[in-house]
């Protein structure tokens, strides 16, 4: 009876330790949630600096992989954030939650209705995947309309200046229609001014083909003379019969995946000649009419040309589809005679002389000049409806986009991680090495500077009104002093491109329009270059027709006719709203 | 006893159950309750129940999509490999290792058979995919060695994804799977097989007409239960297998219900098909029950 009665004891404090436990995560998960959260603002402003806001602190959730992959470990007590905090009173709690894609874990936490204070994305343009989820909550007064405080702003108030913000993002993301004079959801890194047209080798980026020096040489031909589709499928016959071998002994293939991985986005590389959909597969045939590529014979000549090449073994068979790591590792064992795409500031071209430029080849125009649809943005943030003194926060972000508050972002304190010398900030020897030696630990958790997107990337992506040459006197922190960068500048001036203006946005961009919610549910579904890489490997010419057949039936039943009939109204509008390039 | 005397006499046992309910209860059926969501224009302001109702919507978008056939042709094959296929594997394993007289070669038979189980999908698919990679891949090596064509790209080509997504989720489960059955099969009374041995019968009658018969109802009792997941099975595999050359035949109801939950924010849509899902499977599970309850005597209720 005696060892029953303590069984039973036993078992009545085994339940309540148990719920006791539950109890017990619950309420700290709670305390630490009101913490986080907590936005407890002053307005006591007496003995302050001019730049005083408020001590508050502002938290911040970030959908952007280069932030949370370079956030201090302890934030409040980096350099900058020290600075910050004593200039404008502002503490900073920056959360990142990593998932499969950040665009997945923003539509995540976004539907579960709550979000901090501030909330930032990546935004290249209005097509991108993350648009439709932010338009929504913005559409659902998720965010704060801060219209009405732009004008008291001294950055952002150049946002409502006639072109100032480039078209895509003035019409589609920030002064929507549908948004009745309310603005919800701000542009970043927007130049101060239109630089898109201007081919400056101490910043530019030299994306695309590279071909290894030595191979090139060999065969004696001169890179940036390959223009045609003809003529890049004659050099890579040429390198094939060669018989070149990698750093392993064995043979190289002609064109290798680019270098962070195989993707069908390198068809744009590869196949310009036959990419007669330049917008985002739209654009106008000779009548005039509005058709999509997979409409066209241009589909079949594409996938043939690369059927051709696959089949000659003229192309890595897993050009499309090779792991990250992989793509780097035959990169850089010079198993690709062409990467397909790489740029001058990846450290594989600046570090060695081995690889230069190809082409680039000529677009469906006859033309090898890089398309740009002017100014451009990158990147976007909103404040939550919820969060108290939305003007404090706008404030904040605006100071920094100042240039005094640019200087501290980007370079760190003055006589800590830099000096002045006439006017404009040098790095300190210390931080050009850590620099130079890309000692992430130091320029992320001592300094916590952006350092042009190589340190705490938080501090260069939350800019806009960017100059930097003329606020800075180079494009990057470090640019002017350090040799890193000297070969990614010399690629840069001997291998130069040209730009040409198409003005309009990608005719995708307008699937956001409140109509044609229904379509864009479906064709959400169609991957083109996809379906392209799906006929390319298909085991018979009869059989890529068949899947070229299927995509045409597909996107009629998404209903491409209603969208071509609206682009087609659009057009007839405003003929620069759309980038079509006629032939 | 009275449910009322049954209480009182055994309150401790009922309230060490009652963390579990709690559990049940909070993570498994009250978010069943998001099932409404098939039927609402879902709001992230306005939440689950705020949100306007649309009906039948979603549920109409789907049968008429174009996808709608393509994409059960391929979850239903899916499913029938991984319910129906692979079922016998494990119980033929099972019985194998029983029949082990060694016994140090039978763990370590066991061992073998189980640890692929413990390794995550992403690292599986990893190695497939240099093991198959065309012209460096062992496979494709192997085969170069023998005469044959080594540039094969297996995970570009929709006839092998099937047998590719069989053979890996075979290897990877019939040791796991088959612990069950051997825990079963130890279960039978050994009288029964001194019986038969005295009578003369031989190994496979033994196994047909003893081990077979005593594990009826386990067998039963798991394949009721693995149909219930037939329109829903494998969605890691599936995605990470899934490439532009195999995608025809590697997209399924799963794939879709991410694409278009999670990828394009359409939760009510996501939600409808999450739901057909469900619905086939609790059908299907009922069916089987009563099938197998009429034929064999064996069911879950």
Same mark, same amino acid.
């Given at each position: 009876?005696?060892?029953?009665?303590?069984?039973?004891?036993?078992?009545?404090?085994?339940?309540?330790?148990?719920?006791?436990?539950?109890?017990?995560?619950?309420?700290?998960?709670?305390?630490?949630?009101?913490?986080?959260?907590?936005?407890?603002?002053?307005?006591?402003?007496?003995?302050?600096?001019?730049?005083?806001?408020?001590?508050?602190?502002? &938290?911040?959730?970030?959908?952007?992989?280069?932030?949370?992959?370079?956030?201090?470990? $302890?934030?409040?007590?980096?350099?900058?954030? #020290?600075?910050? @905090?004593?200039?404008?009173?502002?503490?900073?709690?920056?959360?990142?939650?990593?998932?499969?894609?950040?665009?997945?874990?923003?539509?995540?936490?976004?539907?579960?209705?709550?979000?901090?204070?501030?909330?930032?994305?990546?935004?290249?343009?209005?097509?991108?995947?993350?648009?439709?989820?932010?338009?929504?909550?913005?559409?659902?007064?998720?965010?704060?309309?801060?219209?009405?405080?732009?004008?008291?702003?001294?950055?952002?108030?150049?946002?409502?200046?006639?072109?100032?913000?480039? $078209?895509?993002?003035?019409?589609?993301?920030?002064?929507?229609?549908?948004?009745?004079?309310?603005?919800?959801?701000?542009?970043?890194?927007?130049?101060?001014?239109?630089?898109?047209?201007?081919?400056?080798?101490? *910043?530019?980026?030299?994306?695309?083909?590279?071909?290894?020096?030595?191979?090139?040489?060999?065969?004696?031909?001169?890179?940036?003379?390959?223009?045609?589709?003809?003529?890049?499928?004659?050099?890579?016959?040429?390198?094939?019969?060669?018989?070149? #071998?990698?750093?392993?002994?064995?043979?190289?293939?002609?064109?290798?995946?680019?270098?962070?991985?195989?993707?069908? %986005?390198?068809?744009?590389?590869?196949?310009?000649?036959?990419?007669?959909?330049?917008?985002?597969?739209?654009?106008?045939?000779?009548?005039?009419?509005?058709?999509?590529?997979?409409?066209?014979?241009?589909?079949?000549?594409?996938?043939?040309?690369?059927?051709?090449?696959?089949?000659?073994?003229?192309?890595?068979?897993?050009?499309?589809?090779?792991?990250? *790591?992989?793509?780097?590792?035959?990169?850089?064992?010079?198993?690709?005679?062409?990467?397909?795409?790489?740029?001058?500031?990846?450290?594989?071209?600046?570090?060695?002389?081995?690889?230069?430029?190809?082409?680039?080849?000529?677009?469906? &125009?006859?033309?090898?000049?890089?398309?740009?649809?002017?100014?451009?943005?990158?990147?976007?943030?909103?404040?939550?409806?919820?969060?108290?003194?939305?003007?404090?926060?706008?404030?904040?972000?605006?100071?920094?986009? &100042?240039?005094?508050?640019?200087?501290?972002?980007?370079?760190?304190?003055?006589?800590?991680?830099?000096?002045?010398?006439?006017?404009?900030?040098?790095?300190?020897?210390?931080?050009?090495?850590?620099?130079?030696?890309? %000692?992430?630990?130091?320029?992320?958790?001592?300094?916590?500077?952006?350092?042009?997107? *190589?340190?705490?990337?938080?501090?260069?992506?939350?800019? *806009?009104?960017?100059?930097?040459?003329?606020?800075?006197?180079?494009?990057?922190?470090?640019?002017?002093?350090?040799?890193?960068?000297?070969?990614?500048?010399?690629?840069?001036? $001997?291998?130069?491109?040209?730009?040409?203006?198409?003005?309009?946005?990608?005719? &995708?961009?307008?699937?956001?329009?409140?109509?044609?919610?229904?379509?864009?549910?479906?064709?959400?579904?169609?991957?083109?270059?996809?379906?392209?890489?799906?006929?390319?490997?298909?085991? @018979?010419?009869?059989?890529?027709?068949?899947?070229?057949?299927?995509?045409?039936?597909?996107? #009629?039943?998404?209903?491409?006719?209603?969208?071509?009939?609206?682009?087609?109204?659009?057009?007839?509008?405003?003929?620069?709203?759309?980038?079509?390039? #006629?032939? | 006893?009275?449910?009322?005397?049954?209480?009182?006499?055994?309150?401790?046992?009922?309230?060490?159950?009652?963390?579990?309910?709690?559990?049940?209860?909070? +993570?498994?059926?009250?978010?069943?309750?998001?099932?409404?969501?098939?039927?609402?224009?879902?709001?992230?302001?306005?939440?689950?129940?705020?949100?306007?109702?649309?009906?039948?919507?979603?549920?109409?978008?789907?049968?008429?999509?174009?996808?709608?056939?393509?994409?059960?042709?391929?979850?239903?094959?899916?499913?029938?490999?991984?319910?129906?296929?692979?079922?016998?594997?494990?119980?033929?394993?099972?019985?194998?290792?029983?029949?082990? =007289?060694?016994?140090?070669? =039978?763990?370590?038979?066991?061992?073998?058979?189980?640890?692929?189980?413990?390794?995550?999908?992403?690292? +599986?698919?990893?190695?497939?995919?240099?093991?198959?990679?065309?012209?460096?891949?062992?496979?494709?090596?192997?085969?170069?060695?023998?005469?044959?064509?080594?540039?094969?790209?297996?995970?570009?080509?929709? =006839?092998?994804?099937?047998?590719?997504?069989?053979?890996?989720?075979?290897?990877?489960?019939?040791?796991?799977?088959?612990?069950?059955?051997?825990?079963? +099969?130890?279960?039978?009374?050994?009288?029964?097989?001194?019986?038969?041995?005295?009578?003369?019968?031989?190994?496979?009658?033994?196994?047909?007409?003893?081990?077979?018969?005593?594990?009826?109802?386990?067998?039963?009792?798991?394949?009721?239960?693995?149909?219930?997941?037939?329109?829903?099975?494998?969605?890691?595999?599936?995605?990470?297998?899934?490439?532009?050359?195999?995608?025809?035949?590697?997209?399924?109801?799963?794939?879709?219900?991410?694409?278009?939950?999670?990828?394009?924010?359409?939760?009510?849509?996501?939600?409808?098909?999450?739901?057909?899902?469900?619905?086939?499977?609790?059908?299907?599970?009922?069916?089987?029950?009563?099938?197998?309850?009429?034929?064999?005597?064996?069911?879950?209720?």
């Amino acid at each position: 009876m005696r060892k029953s009665i303590r069984k039973r004891l036993l078992a009545g404090a085994l339940v309540v330790a148990v719920g006791a436990a539950g109890v017990t995560g619950c309420s700290s998960k709670a305390n630490e949630g009101a913490k986080g959260g907590e936005s407890a603002s002053s307005s006591d402003n007496t003995g302050k600096p001019d730049t005083w806001i408020a001590d508050r602190t502002i &938290t911040v959730q970030a959908y952007v992989n280069d932030i949370g992959n370079s956030l201090p470990k $302890d934030l409040a007590n980096t350099e900058v954030m #020290k600075e910050l @905090t004593k200039r404008t009173g502002i503490k900073l709690d920056i959360q990142y939650t990593p998932g499969d894609k950040d665009s997945n874990v923003m539509a995540a936490q976004l539907a579960s209705g709550t979000i901090p204070d501030v909330i930032f994305s990546y935004m290249d343009d209005s097509t991108r995947k993350e648009f439709p989820i932010l338009l929504k909550a913005a559409k659902e007064g998720m965010f704060a309309d801060v219209s009405g405080l732009l004008k008291d702003t001294k950055v952002y108030s150049h946002y409502l200046e006639d072109k100032y913000l480039p $078209d895509d993002s003035r019409k589609n993301i920030m002064f929507r229609k549908d948004f009745n004079g309310a603005a919800y959801i701000l542009p970043l890194s927007i130049d101060s001014e239109d630089r898109s047209l201007i081919y400056d080798p101490e *910043t530019a980026y030299r994306g695309g083909l590279y071909i290894q020096k030595s191979i090139a040489d060999k065969l004696g031909i001169d890179p940036s003379k390959i223009r045609t589709q003809d003529q890049f499928y004659d050099l890579l016959v040429q390198i094939k019969n060669g018989n070149f #071998k990698d750093d392993n002994g064995n043979p190289v293939f002609p064109l290798g995946p680019k270098y962070w991985g195989g993707s069908p %986005d390198t068809l744009q590389y590869i196949v310009p000649g036959y990419t007669w959909g330049v917008s985002d597969g739209y654009n106008l045939d000779s009548n005039g009419v509005i058709k999509h590529e997979a409409d066209t014979d241009y589909v079949f000549e594409k996938i043939n040309y690369l059927r051709k090449l696959l089949a000659e073994g003229l192309m890595n068979p897993e050009f499309f589809t090779m792991d990250g *790591t992989r793509a780097e590792e035959v990169s850089r064992s010079h198993n690709s005679a062409i990467m397909a795409d790489v740029h001058n500031y990846q450290d594989i071209i600046y570090a060695s002389e081995d690889w230069i430029p190809l082409g680039p080849l000529d677009d469906v &125009t006859g033309n090898n000049a890089k398309v740009e649809h002017g100014k451009k943005q990158n990147g976007v943030w909103a404040i939550s409806a919820d969060a108290k003194k939305p003007e404090e926060i706008l404030k904040f972000f605006d100071y920094l986009s &100042t240039p005094e508050g640019q200087l501290l972002c980007q370079y760190g304190v003055e006589g800590k991680s830099y000096e002045m010398k006439d006017g404009k900030p040098v790095l300190t020897d210390e931080a050009l090495k850590k620099l130079n030696e890309g %000692d992430k630990d130091y320029l992320v958790n001592n300094i916590g500077a952006g350092f042009g997107y *190589t340190g705490c990337v938080f501090f260069s992506f939350v800019l *806009t009104n960017i100059d930097n040459m003329n606020n800075f006197g180079e494009n990057r922190p470090g640019a002017n002093s350090s040799n890193t960068f000297k070969r990614a500048v010399e690629v840069a001036k $001997d291998y130069p491109i040209t730009y040409r203006l198409v003005p309009g946005l990608n005719a &995708t961009g307008y699937l956001s329009a409140e109509s044609m919610t229904d379509v864009k549910a479906q064709m959400s579904l169609l991957n083109y270059k996809e379906m392209i890489v799906q006929a390319v490997y298909a085991g @018979t010419d009869e059989d890529a027709k068949k899947i070229v057949e299927s995509f045409r039936q597909q996107l #009629k039943a998404a209903g491409n006719d209603k969208f071509i009939e609206y682009l087609t109204q659009l057009y007839k509008e405003d003929p620069s709203a759309i980038c079509f390039d #006629k032939k | 006893m009275s449910i009322t005397k049954k209480l009182i006499r055994f309150w401790p046992l009922y309230l060490m159950l009652v963390p579990c309910i709690i559990y049940y209860v909070l +993570i498994c059926y009250v978010p069943m309750g998001g099932v409404i969501l098939a039927f609402k224009d879902y709001s992230f302001r306005k939440g689950i129940w705020g949100s306007p109702w649309v009906g039948f919507r979603y549920f109409r978008m789907f049968f008429t999509s174009y996808d709608f056939p393509r994409l059960l042709r391929n979850t239903l094959i899916v499913g029938f490999i991984k319910c129906i296929l692979e079922f016998p594997f494990a119980i033929i394993l099972a019985l194998l290792l029983n029949e082990f =007289k060694n016994e140090k070669f =039978k763990k370590i038979s066991q061992t073998i058979t189980y640890l692929p189980h413990f390794l995550s999908t992403v690292i +599986i698919v990893t190695m497939l995919q240099r093991i198959l990679a065309p012209n460096i891949g062992v496979l494709n090596q192997f085969i170069g060695k023998l005469g044959g064509d080594p540039g094969t790209f297996f995970l570009m080509e929709p =006839k092998y994804f099937f047998q590719l997504l069989f053979s890996m989720d075979l290897w990877r489960n019939i040791g796991w799977d088959s612990i069950i059955y051997l825990a079963a +099969i130890s279960g039978v009374d050994a009288a029964l097989y001194e019986a038969a041995s005295i009578d003369g019968c031989s190994k496979l009658k033994k196994i047909w007409h003893i081990t077979l018969p005593g594990i009826r109802g386990t067998i039963g009792l798991l394949f009721i239960m693995g149909v219930g997941g037939l329109l829903s099975k494998g969605f890691e595999q599936i995605y990470l297998l899934r490439t532009p050359g195999n995608m025809s035949v590697a997209d399924t109801l799963d794939t879709f219900v991410l694409q278009m939950g999670l990828m394009n924010g359409q939760f009510g849509y996501a939600t409808a098909v999450g739901l057909i899902q469900g619905i086939v499977g609790l059908i299907l599970v009922i069916v089987c029950n009563r099938l197998s309850k009429r034929f064999t005597g064996v069911s879950l209720w």
